[in-house]
């Protein structure tokens, strides 16, 4: 959990700064978190590259793959449409749209404002940040609790990127292709999945 906190740390400290500009306005204007994901993804990459054991890990692997974003659907729906019948204030086709941003916020709000108004857009940023922060800050737990896939599944489409790096940290560099994998597959869908929905 320290490293978990730590990154947790980081994230409070930047809205700190952000929130009383305490920083230059280069840095408030530019989007350098863009540039630290493409440093992240490139030693990722060596990472997975070095290691031989994930080539050996694909091939055993094969069509099973496509069951890692399949299930991230099956969960993530299901927990929304439980949800969504114990409250009152969103529909189960609310919750799905929300649920659909599998983690990816910042496309998914955008979507579901344009379609559905600024109070469901506002609902799925939050929902979708928070699932990002949970998967930042329990992939250990989810690690030793309920296997090597599971924080790949609550990452959802960030496996791919932002929590790709933690994730590989407590479940080994093997497993980052099969959380690349389906964190692109879900970033793929989640435009589609959003638009049939709403």
Known sequence: MKGSLIILAFFVTGL??????LLPDTMLHNDYSLYALYVLMFLVGIGVGSNKKT???????NFKILL???SVIT???????IFSLLQ?????TEAIAVGSGFGYYSLSSVLI????????GVIALLSNII???????FTPVFARYFGKLAPI???GATAMDTTLPIITKYIGADYAIISVFSGVVLTILVPFLIAVIL
């Open 55 to 61: 080539w050996e890990i694909i091939k055993s692997v």
């Open 68 to 70: 890692v974003p399949l």
């Open 75 to 81: 969960g993530t729906y299901i927990g929304v449409i």
């Open 88 to 92: 009152n204030n969103i529909t189960i």
């Open 153 to 155: 599944s609550s990452g």
């Open 131 to 137: 699932r990002e922060i949970i998967t930042l800050l």
């Open 16 to 21: 700190f700064f952000g929130m009383y500009k």
């Open 113 to 120: 404002t344009e379609v559905s108004g600024e109070t469901l």
